[in-house]
Antibody, heavy 120, light 108 residues
């Protein structure tokens, strides 16, 4: 079965960096686009970024553009999110999510999420 | 960018029908997808491509999309349907994924 397991969350000070990882299994990782979606405490879902199946195309939500970088290693079946210049408003659960297509359309499987807390 | 508007909350008695709307400018021209998020859990896809339903999702869940409003309809509502529901589209103009603000379904 499809499994997406996020890691790397934690408490970090504003302005610092953090890298999230997502280990995928149960499907052919190199065939699907993968998203990061976040959810601030008590708030709704917010799409963050997506990467195409081969890593050649990426898109970012405007508030993270220039600060976050999404990447993937298809040999390791792993997705990454490098987060720099973190702000308190980046505090959220970060979900790794598989797109049904090779790029982006809709999400058919979600991980359980990893919590990032940005606080001094 | 494209905006999706959902009512913050919908309440329904068990056994009745719940309709959760998702409004957007000419949303009928887009493909709408719906997710269910139970408390403390990750979201789950319940409807894709306006009205498609995965085999593991009960037939009580159905979707529609026309004009400026898409809707998720849940028939014969059960206590286990109590959750937050989110609509989602892909916006071709921005080439971004867009989520609605979410609707909390309360089963009375």
């Amino acid at each position: 079965q499809v499994q997406l397991v996020e890691s790397g969350g934690g408490v970090v000070q504003p302005g610092r960096s953090l890298r999230l990882s997502c280990a995928a299994s149960g499907f052919t990782f190199s065939r699907n686009g993968i998203h990061w979606v976040r959810q601030a405490p008590g708030k709704g879902l917010e799409w963050v970024a997506v990467i195409s199946y081969d890593g050649t195309k990426v898109r970012y939500e405007d508030s993270v553009k220039g600060r976050f970088t999404i990447s993937r290693d298809n040999l390791k079946n792993t997705l990454y999110l490098q987060m720099n210049s973190l702000r308190t408003e980046d505090t959220a659960i970060y979900y790794c999510a598989k797109d049904w297509s090779g790029s982006w359309d809709y999400i058919d499987y979600w991980g359980q999420g990893t919590l990032v807390t940005v606080s001094s | 960018s494209f905006v999706l508007t959902q009512p913050p909350s919908v309440s329904v008695a068990p056994g009745q029908t719940a309709r959760i709307t998702c409004a957007g400018n000419n949303i009928g021209a887009k493909r709408v997808h719906w997710y269910q998020q139970r408390p403390g859990q990750a979201p789950v896809l319940v409807v894709y491509d306006n009205s498609g339903r995965r085999s593991e999702i009960p037939e009580r869940f159905s979707g529609s999309n026309s004009g400026n409003t898409a809707a998720l309809t849940i028939s014969r509502v059960e206590a286990g349907d109590e959750a937050d529901y989110y609509c989602q589209v892909w916006d071709s103009s921005s080439d971004h994924v867009i989520f609605g603000g979410g609707t909390k379904l309360t089963v009375l």
